[in-house]
């Protein structure tokens, strides 16, 4: 599993106009299947999005937490992070992982995140959404389980 993370000031997610997510301080994570992703991915990659260090401290150096920071998380699958785009000028998806696999990794992954961590919304899988971002730094980095 892949996961774009971005921390921000705030982000939300609408779907069809209607917001199915909002955070203020946190971290949007855009979230990408593969093939041969399983339940112990997805828990490896919720221990680095809840416990990776890209908040400034008291000396400005990144040694927080979302959890010491006490912010929010934002979910949004997406499947293009498992695209391969080493040949070409078009993008191959032979390597995401079929399209009922990654709704139920993604609803795993969802799932354990609210278990985990009271501050956690989410996009809708597979819906046409729109993400708003106010993206702090800018910090993004892509984590891999």
Do not use: C
């Not at 399983?38 to 809840?50: G, I």
């Not at 400005?60 to 949004?76: F, T």
């Amino acid at each position: 599993m892949r996961a774009l993370i971005q921390r921000v000031r705030r982000a939300s997610v609408t779907v069809d106009d209607r917001e199915t997510g909002r955070i203020d301080q946190g971290l949007l994570a855009l979230i990408g299947v593969e093939k041969g992703d399983d339940e112990a991915a997805a828990d490896k990659l919720l221990h680095k999005l809840l416990h990776y260090r890209v908040f400034a401290d008291a000396d400005d150096k990144m040694n927080l937490n979302l959890q010491q920071v006490e912010g929010g998380l934002l979910l949004v699958s997406q499947f293009t992070l498992a695209a391969d785009t080493r040949k070409g000028l078009r993008p191959s998806f032979s390597s995401a992982a079929p399209p009922a696999e990654g709704e139920r990794l993604f609803h795993y992954l969802r799932e354990r995140a609210r278990a985990a961590w009271p501050r956690v919304a989410s996009g809708e899988f597979a819906a046409n959404m729109q993400v708003e971002l106010v993206n702090d730094g800018p910090v993004t980095f892509l984590l891999e389980s």
